[in-house]
């Protein structure tokens, strides 16, 4: 079992940075993959990014590459996601994931309870 807590959400302009944090207890969390997702208000939960079990490769959605990048510390427990040039359509909640580190919700078996970020233009 993994626990999931996400931190670091909040209100920044168009433009700015933030760097979200999910941090992770319970057994083996170096042996999973992680992702982010997001959920804006009316739409689906979106893939961001993932990350495999060592960071050895990570995988992004077109509309964040370049501006976005995830990466984790398993002596910390811990996975990120750098959020740079934040955009208006970025603002939704955000969501960290273990399991397989691929783009489909249904292959992470474990969630945070998410962290809201809103982009002001």
């Known amino acids: 079992q993994v626990q999931l807590v996400e931190s670091g959400g909040g209100l920044v302009q168009a433009g700015g940075s933030l760097r979200l944090s999910c941090a992770a207890s319970?057994?083996?969390?170096?042996?999973?993959?992680m992702g982010w997702f997001r959920q804006a208000p009316g739409k689906e939960r979106d893939f961001v990014a993932s990350?495999?079990?060592?960071?050895?490769?990570?995988y992004y959605a077109d509309s964040v590459k370049g501006r976005f990048t995830i990466s984790r510390d398993n002596a910390k427990n811990t996975v990120y996601l750098q959020m740079n040039n934040l955009k208006p359509e970025d603002t939704a909640i955000y969501y960290c994931?273990?399991?397989?580190?691929?783009?489909?919700?249904?292959?992470?078996?474990?969630w945070g309870q998410g962290t809201q970020v809103t982009v002001s233009s």
């Open positions: 319970g057994r083996s969390f170096s042996s999973y993959g």
């Open positions: 990350i495999t079990w060592n960071g050895g490769s990570t």
């Open positions: 994931a273990a399991g397989a580190p691929t783009r489909q919700a249904g292959h992470y078996g474990y």
